[in-house]
Structure formats: structure tokens, C-alpha cells
């Protein structure tokens, strides 16, 4: 077993805190806070109890608003789940902001923080050191502000619906039209998806305008001439540079996109269509059925038990232990939030798993991708502080994106059909090469977005269409259809609530692509070599980690060449079965 089921245990252990303690009010934590800045630290033994308070009270906090943004994400027509969410970024998190810059402040004092030897601290020293360097006191409410808007866009997207066949159904439900063999059928529904969102298409544009208008604020406060670059910072982007991420956009656009462009024209020819439009793009050809890997969420989870437990017993404990302490939220319905999270629960240790599911493979994915998170969260729970566990997601992602090209060694469960299963992952292996060029879009495109912030939604459209050209081909024909096209943009969550979070995945895609290479070649060491990654939390630099894992973290064009060309290969092989 990879590690001990120990780990699973949700028992939460409080030494500073009172074990009854909740918050409830400004009143409860504006106390510790004050301690913990008044306390006297005069050597290193006190220094570690101070920060190991100091986590303890961040962790319990960190929980608290997890579980109010899980509930209202699960039910945003739920108003008290909306207004407990609100009153914490708009009362209780501008309260703490400044308190915990002087705790910050505080610590980078102590006369020993440069001689504090705990593994792990010269990570969380460099961090401190950043927030520090960019907090800006009037940033703080527009940060609160900026975070309650961010939330608007899962309001209007999660009431979005279109009628089916006189059934109401979610975005994500309808969807499942566009796999289907009946070439009219798809045409029908996704010109009533576009229609629909286009619906809300002026509303989004108006909300993103906002957004950017508080973000460029933000930056400029902080002291830096665009928002691109105070993410960087914030985000706390030490060992890559937006130079490196253009290195990444070039060698996608140079290796993956004639591979994708490739894959579409032998879909095209596969489902017999002359031309290849937009709803072609999942069909099956005609006297096949789409894939259906589940049926209902309680069968996903249970087979993906099965799955994570013949990789190893440990894996599938995790899942079940997420079943038993009813930490899923799996179904799509109208008022739930769209995508999909695992949320990292730091006191109790447990995480949440939020998707939308609608028996598909890529749910499926999804739900594979999440659990390598669950199972990344739960094996950081033994790291003493909570800034050894805030992972930064070219770490995350590597967790979640590997699982999924390894769990598919073992996707029998979730496929009784030899023939599905093999037409699973050929699915699979071409969305791995189809999404590379997405991620580096959306990125590109977020960098135009900040480094361009007085720029109209009319702009934002040209420069999203001059984007999308760059990085997909020619095999689509989107004739009629510049609406569908200018404004696909608005569909990626991310842009919206979590910007710049997206370049992460590109790079953990290669990382992942590595890690399955070494699968292949021997599964229980690599799988070990995983496990001990993922168990570093964030007390390494992120090469470290990479290099723990037995692969390397490079976006160089020969890399990306090589890893794109061993997918490829793969699926060759695949399509030779």
C-alpha cells in the first residue's frame, strides 16, 4: 500500500484553538488574531509554536469559508448560502487581510527566520516575503468587491437551460446531443445551446468589464503597470516567467496543433461528413453509440473505488472515505454551479468534490482528474503548516492530470466492452493533444487581456478570434457561425473567476504525459515516485517536486515535441488494435 490509511481519519485536533470554537461573528477572531500579533517571541521553540498557532487559526478559517463557497456553488438559487458566502469576503476577509500582513510583518522581524531550518520554510519565507512587498491596504476592499463579482458568473451560467425534446435540461445535460450519431439532431441542439448563451452573451461582457476595471485598480495600487504582472507575483510564480509561458504558446502552436489538426480530419472522415462543423467535433459515427461509462453518480463513484483500488488499496481508500463522509457533489442540475473542483478542506483534512456530471467520458475524466487532487490533499495532511499544504497549482495539477493517463491502465471498470474501452482512450489520449492548444489560447489570451486593459468587448472579441485561429487549425469549418466563435471565450470559467489559473495545466499536461511514460515502463515504481511527490506539499520549489516525481519541469520546445510525439505515438498504437 502507497501509504497508511491512517491519513484518512477526519478527526480535527486543536491545540490553540478551543475545540468548540466556530466563527460566527467579526468579535470571535479579531482576539487571536490580536494575540498572536502581541505575543513575544524570543527564541526558535516559541518561533515554531507561533507559526504552528498562527496555521492552526488559518486552517480552521480556510475551512469555514470552504464549506460557505461548497454550499453556495452547489445551490446558487440557496440565498442564506449566497449571503454567508458574502458576508464572509466582504466582513470577515477585509477584517483579516490587514491582520495577517501584520502577522506577516511580524514574522519577517524575528532576528532567526533566516536560521529557521524546518523543511519546507524557505518556500513559505519567499512567499511571505511577496505578499508583503505587493499588500496594499486600499486594496482590500476592492479585493472583496472584486471576489463577490467573480461570483455573478456561476449565478448566470448555472440558470442557464435549453428544451430537449420538451425536457428543460442543464448546458452540460444538453451536451450529450452533440455525441449522438444523427448529424441533424446535433445541429439542433448546439445552435440552441449557442443561442442561449448568447442570451447572456452582453450581460457576461458587462460583468468582465468590471472585473477588469477592479483588477487593473488592484495592480496599479500595488505598484505594478498591469494586472499580468501583480498575478505573477501574487500568485507567487517564482520559478517560471510570462517569457516562459510564450516559449510554451510558440511550441504548442508549432508541435501540437498540426497533431490536433490531424486527429480532426481523421474524425471527419471517421463520422462521414464532408466538412467538419462545430457539433461534429464529439459525434460518433452513425451504428455507434455515444460512450456511457456510469450510470448515475453513485455507479461513478463506486467504480472509480474499483479503479483507484487495483492501482493500489490506498488510492481506493481515499475515495471511499470521500463516500462515507458525504464529501461529493456529483450531479448536474439547474442552480449548481458549472465545472468541477476538488475543494482542500485544511482542518479536517478531508477534501470536497464538486462536478456536473451527466455520464460522459469526459465526467469521467473529471472525476479521475478530482480524485488525484482528493488523493494529493489527503496525503499532505502529516505537513505541520498549513503553508506547506497551499500548493501552487503547476503541483496540483500535476497530481490530478497524471491520474488521469494512469487510471486509464485500468478503465475495465468503468467499460465491461473491450471495444469501448479502446475507443475510451483513443478518445482520451486525442483530448489530452486537443487541450494543450486550448490551454495555451486561454492563456495568450489573458495575457493580451491585462497587458490591453482599456480595450472594448468588441477588441476582446477580434483578439479572441485572431487567438483561437492561432492555436486550432483549420480542419473546423465555423462559416455562419462568428457569434459562436467571438465569444467562445466566455465559456471557460477560469477568465472569469480565477484569472491566469489556466497556463498551470499546460504545464502540468507535460508533466503528466512524463509521469504516465514512466508508468508504462514500470507502475510501481513510478506510482511511488508520485506518491513521494505529491507528499512534498509545497516545501520544495516546484523543479524539486518535479524531479521527485522522476520527470522534469521544462516547456522547452524539444520537450514538448517529445511528449506530444510519444501521445501521438500511443494513440497510434491504439488505433492499430
Known amino acids: 500500500m502507497l501509504a497508511s490509511t491512517s491519513l484518512l481519519s477526519t478527526a480535527v485536533k486543536r491545540s490553540y484553538l478551543p475545540a468548540d470554537f466556530a466563527f460566527s461573528s467579526k468579535e470571535d477572531i479579531l482576539p487571536l488574531f490580536e494575540e498572536l500579533k502581541a505575543r513575544e517571541v524570543n527564541d526558535i521553540g516559541a518561533f515554531k509554536q507561533w507559526l504552528t498557532d498562527r496555521s492552526e487559526l488559518e486552517a480552521a478559517l480556510q475551512e469555514n469559508v470552504g464549506w460557505r463557497y461548497i454550499r453556495m456553488s452547489c445551490d446558487t438559487t440557496n440565498k442564506e448560502y449566497t449571503d454567508a458566502y458574502t458576508f464572509f469576503v466582504t466582513e470577515i476577509q477585509p477584517l483579516i487581510a490587514p491582520l495577517n500582513n501584520d502577522l506577516d510583518t511580524k514574522m519577517l522581524a524575528f532576528p532567526f527566520v533566516d536560521s529557521f531550518n524546518d523543511k519546507g520554510f524557505k518556500n513559505v519565507l519567499r512567499q511571505v516575503r511577496k505578499r508583503v512587498e505587493i499588500f496594499r491596504a486600499e486594496n482590500v476592499p476592492l479585493i472583496a468587491e472584486l471576489q463577490n463579482k467573480e461570483q455573478e458568473y456561476a449565478s448566470i451560467t448555472g440558470s442557464m437551460t435549453v428544451e ?9 445535460q444538453a451536451a ?9 439532431k446535433r445541429e439542433e441542439v448546439y445552435r440552441k ?19 477588469i476595471k477592479l483588477r487593473h485598480r488592484i495592480a496599479l495600487n500595488a505598484g505594478f503597470t498591469n494586472y499580468r504582472d501583480y498575478m505573477f507575483a501574487n500568485l507567487g510564480r517564482f520559478d517560471y516567467t510570462p517569457d516562459d509561458c510564450f516559449k510554451f504558446h510558440h511550441a504548442v502552436e508549432k508541435y501540437l496543433v498540426p497533431l490536433v489538426q490531424k486527429n480532426e480530419e481523421s474524425h471527419r472522415a471517421n463520422v462521414g461528413v464532408d466538412v467538419l462543423r ?24 463506486n467504480k472509480t473505488i474499483a479503479c483507484f483500488n487495483e492501482m493500489d488499496p490506498f488510492l481506493g481508500a481515499c475515495i471511499e472515505a470521500l463516500k462515507n463522509e458525504n464529501r461529493l ?21 478531508m477534501p470536497f468534490i464538486f462536478m456536473n456530471s451527466t455520464n460522459t467520458l469526459r465526467d469521467l475524466v473529471t472525476m479521475v482528474h478530482e480524485g488525484g487532487h482528493a488523493v494529493h490533499s489527503i496525503v499532505d495532511r502529516p505537513l505541520e503548516l498549513v503553508d506547506y499544504k497551499s500548493l501552487p497549482s503547476e503541483v496540483a495539477e500535476l497530481a490530478s492530470m497524471s491520474m488521469e493517463l494512469m487510471s486509464m491502465e ?7 466492452n473491450d471495444e469501448e474501452l479502446l475507443r475510451a482512450k483513443k478518445k482520451h489520449l486525442a483530448d489530452v493533444l486537443k487541450g494543450l492548444p486550448w490551454i495555451a489560447a486561454v492563456d495568450a489570451f489573458q495575457h493580451w487581456i491585462y497587458l490591453n486593459p482599456e480595450h472594448t468587448a468588441d477588441d476582446r472579441r477580434k483578439a479572441w478570434r485572431e487567438t483561437y485561429a492561432r492555436f486550432s487549425g483549420k480542419a473546423v469549418n465555423w462559416e455562419g457561425l462568428d457569434d459562436a466563435l467571438e465569444n467562445m471565450w466566455q465559456k471557460q470559467l477560469h477568465i472569469f473567476e480565477v484569472p491566469f489559473y489556466y497556463i498551470e495545466y ?39 517536486i518535479y524531479t521527485e516525481a522522476g520527470i522534469s519541469f521544462n516547456f522547452e520546445d524539444h520537450y514538448v515535441a517529445e511528449l506530444s510525439g510519444f501521445v501521438s505515438d500511443q494513440l497510434a498504437k491504439l488505433e492499430q488494435k
Open 410 to 416: 485500468y478503465w475495465k471498470h468503468y467499460f465491461s
Open 164 to 172: 430537449v425534446d420538451g425536457k428543460e435540461l442543464t448546458l452540460q
Open 278 to 301: 462545430p457539433w461534429d467535433l464529439s459525434a460518433e459515427p452513425e451504428g455507434q453509440k455515444p460512450l456511457r461509462p456510469y450510470d448515475g453518480s453513485a455507479d461513478l463513484i
Open 176 to 184: 450529450n446531443f452533440l455525441e449522438i450519431p444523427d448529424r441533424a
Open 506 to 544: 499546460g504545464f502540468a499536461q507535460l508533466g503528466a504525459i512524463a509521469v504516465w511514460r514512466n508508468f508504462i515502463l514500470d507502475q510501481k515504481t513510478a506510482l511511488e515516485k508520485y506518491i513521494a511527490a505529491l507528499s512534498l506539499g509545497y516545501t520544495d520549489t516546484i523543479g524539486a
Open 193 to 211: 445551446i449557442l443561442s442561449r448563451r448568447l442570451q447572456d452573451r452582453d450581460k457576461l461582457d458587462e460583468l468582465f468589464n468590471e472585473l
Open 329 to 349: 457533489d456529483l450531479e448536474s442540475r439547474k442552480g449548481k454551479a458549472p465545472g468541477g473542483y476538488n475543494y482542500p478542506l485544511y482542518e479536517t483534512g
